[in-house]
């Protein structure tokens, strides 16, 4: 323990290192074998589209919910 940093001991840093190296290594499987693939590659396209999509969706309503409250309360109002 001589070797680390005293800043990265204060601040607790030290668990989040092998979290940052699995994701570093999840993008390197990600890289080589995902893409090499165009089945694969089609897939996340697809699926990234519609998680996209359906995001989009929900806010949407979400808005016209809101106008039509605001919209509702403004009647009231006047």
């Known amino acids: 323990m ?3 940093p005293v800043s990265l001991h204060r601040r607790k840093l030290l668990p989040a290192i092998p979290v940052l190296l699995y994701f570093i290594n999840l993008q390197y499987v990600y890289r080589n074998i995902f893409i090499k693939n165009n ?3 089609r ?3 697809f699926f990234s ?3 996209f999509v359906k995001r989009r969706t929900v806010e949407i309503k979400k808005e ?3 106008k039509k ?3 509702s309360l ?3 109002l006047v």
């Open 74 to 76: 403004n009647f009231f």
């Open 64 to 66: 016209s919910l809101s």
């Open 49 to 51: 589209k519609y998680i």
């Open 39 to 41: 089945f694969f590659q």
């Open 2 to 4: 001589k070797n680390i």
């Open 43 to 45: 897939a996340i396209l």
């Open 69 to 71: 409250r605001n919209s």
